[in-house]
């Protein structure tokens, strides 16, 4: 057999690494697929998912603005009136308000982002890939965000990316990889379209979060992938902007102390720190709405005393070992939410290393095999709800859709 000499050896070396790049650069299945790495909130025990964006001030300064993603915020780009009045400095748009769980903030819609080089900080793409960063919208809402303590402290975040930019995307969610590090990944409709581009992006965010990914299911995310179906949210208002608004999944509840159970529809909403239910549905599955522990939680702008319960067990994929006791379930006082919103927290996805929303086959999934802090502890955990959601019966109260 012929020995190459060093030189030549390097010269194939280098042919065979440009042949590489070349297919990959010819290959339409790695495009336009974002992921971007999450950082901790003001608040560093917030697990519900901020980004950094960099938004250049009135004098050309490059400045942080640290953003939640909020998946059941029909908004596309919030900034809070602090961060623009005191750093950015933005002008323009008009008097305009959202409406919500909290009751109508009144906002500046429209402000200007034009010439601040608006861009998503921390953002991992294929390599082929020419497009480096998600494309932010060229205006944005100002709102009031809250303070917290006496005196104030910061808000958790600076702005809020909410579900009307996420919805430009084929797929939305957060994943973890093998080291626990936090990444929200967006992929475009261009790159999902067919079953042959979704499976080469999902399989292209696995082999990017695992040096070993887990076993692959047949459209390429983890084998043991649940799905559930959702649905737009309707308005409930005339008003052109509403927080609570991207996609409604529906969920069986249990109260475990009683037995009483109901299925009814959820707002998956990224943007709340708890799992919140309406006084209504409280009252449908037997828990008192007076006399409970209160929880200090931020929502649609504003810092509300929300009542919670304990008891409270709740199964998304209607399989009984799907289900999930969480620590604390919020009750929504009935003036706080005329519209009987129920929600779906980030306590709730955060249980799951990989979760998301397909905007075109209109389905939640989540995977529990992307591996998890204490995840003995969550199995446990779960085992009371477990028990009496396999006593599910047939004739099941349901409020809301039917699912």
């Given at each position: 057999?012929?020995?190459?000499?060093?030189?030549?050896?390097?010269?194939?070396?280098l042919?065979?690494?440009?042949?590489?790049?070349?297919?990959l650069?010819?290959?339409?299945?790695?495009?336009?697929i974002f992921l971007?790495?999450?950082?901790?909130?003001?608040?560093?025990?917030?697990?519900r998912?901020?980004?950094d964006?960099?938004?250049?001030d009135?004098?050309?300064?490059?400045?942080n603005?640290?953003t939640?993603?909020?998946?059941?915020?029909g908004?596309n780009?919030?900034?809070?009136k602090?961060k623009?009045?005191?750093?950015?400095?933005l002008?323009?748009g008009?008097?305009?308000m959202?409406?919500?769980?909290?009751?109508?903030?009144?906002?500046?819609?429209?402000?200007s982002?034009?010439?601040r080089?608006?861009?998503v900080?921390?953002?991992?793409v294929?390599?082929?890939?020419?497009?480096k960063?998600?494309a932010?919208?060229?205006?944005?809402?100002i709102?009031?965000?809250?303070?917290r303590g006496t005196?104030?402290?910061?808000?958790p975040?600076?702005g809020?990316?909410g579900?009307?930019?996420?919805?430009n995307f084929?797929v939305?969610?957060?994943?973890?990889?093998?080291m626990?590090?936090g990444f929200f990944?967006?992929?475009?409709?261009?790159?999902?379209?067919?079953?042959?581009?979704a499976?080469a992006?999902?399989?292209f965010?696995?082999?990017?979060l695992f040096?070993?990914?887990?076993?692959?299911?047949?459209?390429?995310?983890?084998a043991?992938?649940?799905?559930?179906p959702?649905?737009?949210?309707?308005?409930?208002?005339?008003?052109p902007?509403?927080?609570?608004n991207?996609?409604?999944?529906?969920?069986?509840l249990?109260?475990?102390?009683?037995?009483?159970?109901?299925?009814?529809?959820?707002?998956?909403e990224?943007?709340?720190?708890?799992t919140?239910?309406?006084?209504?549905?409280?009252?449908?599955l037997?828990?008192p709405?007076?006399?409970?522990?209160?929880?200090?939680?931020?929502?649609?702008?504003?810092?509300?005393?929300?009542?919670f319960?304990?008891?409270?067990?709740?199964?998304?994929f209607?399989?009984?070992?799907?289900?999930?006791?969480l620590?604390?379930?919020?009750?929504?006082?009935?003036?706080?939410?005329p519209?009987?919103i129920?929600i779906l927290?980030?306590?709730?996805?955060?249980?799951?290393g990989y979760?998301?929303?397909?905007?075109?086959a209109n389905?939640?999934?989540a995977s529990?095999?992307?591996?998890?802090?204490?995840?003995l502890?969550?199995c446990?955990?779960g085992?009371?709800?477990?028990?009496?959601?396999?006593?599910?019966?047939r004739?099941?109260?349901?409020?809301?859709?039917?699912?």
């Amino acid at each position: 057999m012929k020995t190459l000499t060093p030189q030549k050896q390097s010269i194939a070396c280098l042919r065979l690494l440009m042949g590489f790049l070349l297919v990959l650069l010819a290959t339409p299945a790695v495009a336009n697929i974002f992921l971007i790495e999450t950082v901790p909130g003001h608040d560093p025990m917030d697990i519900r998912p901020f980004i950094d964006l960099k938004i250049k001030d009135d004098k050309g300064a490059v400045k942080n603005v640290k953003t939640l993603i909020d998946t059941g915020a029909g908004v596309n780009l919030l900034i809070g009136k602090a961060k623009s009045d005191s750093e950015l400095k933005l002008t323009g748009g008009t008097a305009g308000m959202i409406v919500g769980v909290g009751g109508t903030v009144a906002i500046t819609t429209g402000a200007s982002l034009a010439g601040r080089d608006a861009s998503v900080d921390k953002v991992t793409v294929p390599m082929a890939q020419a497009t480096k960063t998600p494309a932010l919208p060229g205006t944005v809402d100002i709102v009031p965000l809250p303070n917290r303590g006496t005196p104030a402290t910061p808000a958790p975040g600076e702005g809020t990316i909410g579900s009307v930019f996420l919805n430009n995307f084929a797929v939305q969610g957060g994943v973890r990889n093998a080291m626990g590090k936090g990444f929200f990944q967006l992929i475009a409709r261009d790159q999902y379209d067919t079953p042959e581009k979704a499976k080469a992006a999902n399989e292209f965010v696995l082999s990017f979060l695992f040096p070993t990914p887990p076993p692959k299911g047949p459209d390429g995310r983890p084998a043991d992938t649940k799905t559930k179906p959702v649905t737009p949210t309707p308005k409930k208002t005339s008003n052109p902007q509403e927080f609570d608004n991207g996609w409604d999944i529906g969920v069986l509840l249990a109260n475990i102390g009683t037995g009483s159970m109901a299925n009814t529809s959820f707002v998956i909403e990224s943007g709340s720190e708890l799992t919140l239910i309406s006084e209504s549905l409280a009252s449908l599955l037997g828990l008192p709405t007076s006399g409970l522990p209160t929880e200090l939680i931020d929502i649609n702008g504003a810092e509300l005393a929300i009542p919670f319960v304990t008891t409270v067990a709740l199964d998304v994929f209607d399989t009984a070992d799907s289900a999930d006791l969480l620590p604390k379930v919020g009750i929504i006082p009935t003036a706080y939410n005329p519209y009987d919103i129920n929600i779906l927290g980030s306590d709730f996805l955060s249980r799951y290393g990989y979760w998301g929303i397909d905007t075109i086959a209109n389905e939640f999934f989540a995977s529990a095999s992307v591996p998890l802090p204490n995840t003995l502890a969550l199995c446990c955990i779960g085992m009371a709800g477990l028990w009496v959601l396999r006593r599910k019966p047939r004739n099941a109260m349901r409020t809301g859709f039917k699912v």
